[in-house]
């Protein structure tokens, strides 16, 4: 080979410039300019799955959400049982006097109304520490007539309520009721009934109805001194 084909040629070169040329890439601005354009609706959608993603790993709000749920079932759970305890304490008292003031009557042969005084004074001491003016109690003796087969008030003696008046007919459980072999009603049979009242009002309301609720106890005792228990000079045989 001779010397003179080592060295390109004029030609050579501008055909090897052309072709480079040709071959050459755009400015690199227009590729970012395009690829800009290219990945900004991708680009979208991706920030907005990161963000559903990020929301759904996000648990710092979770507590506040489940104690505003709760509270307010905490709350009514918590007055609820107050004032449902409150109540049955209040029955629970309301059985005791009526049980206390019959049985105390019945032990008497004979009471003043002194005596009778103390009964319902002592009644109210043992409600404490609820409101008494709640309480309506009345002590009555009432006579089994077996002519008529009904329970006849003899006297009646109350307190913060209306006595009953005499003879008045009074509901007696017919288990109290003795009688012979025929059923017939035996005579000389008297009660001693202890009756009391009270209208429980809630602190609240959220169970128990804001109007309050009645706790009602009936206590009957029989005279356990004599056949009956006389006031004063009632007492007779015929209850009347």
């Not at 400015?27 to 690829?35: A, I």
């Not at 709760?70 to 049955?88: C, E, Q, R, S, W």
């Not at 105390?104 to 103390?118: I, M």
Request: charged letters at 20%.
């Amino acid at each position: 080979m001779s010397r003179g084909s080592d060295i390109t040629s004029p030609i050579s070169i501008v055909a090897l410039r052309q072709i480079s040329g040709s071959s050459r890439q755009p400015p690199r601005s227009d590729l970012s300019n395009g690829r800009d354009r290219e990945m900004r609706k991708p680009a979208t959608l991706r920030d907005i799955r990161r963000l559903m993603g990020s929301l759904r790993r996000d648990d710092s709000g979770i507590a506040a959400i489940e104690f505003a749920m709760i509270v307010p079932l905490l709350l009514l759970m918590l007055f609820g049982i107050t004032d449902l305890a409150n109540y049955f304490a209040v029955d629970r008292k309301v059985s005791q006097i009526s049980q206390a003031v019959s049985d105390l009557t019945s032990r008497y042969t004979a009471v003043q109304e002194s005596d009778v005084t103390n009964f319902f004074t002592i009644a109210s001491a043992m409600l404490t520490p609820y409101d008494k003016s709640q309480m309506k109690a009345s002590i009555h003796q009432v006579y089994l007539d077996p002519n008529t087969k009904t329970a006849k008030v003899v006297w009646s003696r109350s307190w913060n309520t209306t006595p009953l008046t005499k003879n008045t007919v009074y509901p007696v459980p017919a288990g109290l009721v003795g009688k012979d072999a025929s059923g017939n009603w035996l005579a000389n049979q008297y009660l001693i009934v202890g009756d009391v009242k009270y209208n429980y009002v809630p602190t609240i309301g959220w169970v128990v109805s804001k109007a309050g609720v009645t706790a009602t106890e009936v206590a009957f005792t029989k005279p356990r001194q004599m056949t009956c228990v006389m006031l004063g000079s009632t007492c007779t045989p015929s209850g009347g």
